[in-house]
């Protein structure tokens, strides 16, 4: 299976943007799924989840600005970014687990000018 992020741009802060993961397989309405994101310098640290029962979770600097969310009959996850911060500079990565391995697909830059 292989995914696809895709939304990325820049933005002024306060913008929003909305990330897109797809998937080679119908995956993402029973996988868990992941948004994850890695700036420069820095270590890769997890964002957001979604579970295949629809529960999420957020990472405490993401929560109440950015919302996970998919669309089953499109095969593709989301990540909704409002109130972004130059922080959220990174490049963003969707991610899953098939058949016990995980599953990066290429990131997309998301760049929040000051």
């Known amino acids: 299976v292989q995914l696809q992020a895709f939304g990325g741009g820049l933005v002024q802060t306060g913008g929003s943007l909305r990330l897109s993961c797809g998937a080679s397989r119908r995956i993402i309405s029973s996988n868990v799924m992941g948004w994850y994101r890695q700036a420069p310098g820095k270590e890769r640290e997890w964002v957001a989840r979604?579970?295949?029962?629809?529960?999420?979770s957020y990472a405490d600097f993401v929560r109440g600005r950015f919302t996970i969310s998919r669309d089953n009959a499109k095969n593709t996850l989301y990540l909704q970014m409002n109130s972004l911060k130059p922080e959220d500079t990174a490049v963003y990565y969707c991610k899953t687990m098939y058949w016990g391995r995980d599953i990066w697909g290429p990131g997309t830059q998301v760049t929040v000018s000051s």
């Open positions: 979604i579970t295949g029962g629809g529960s999420t």
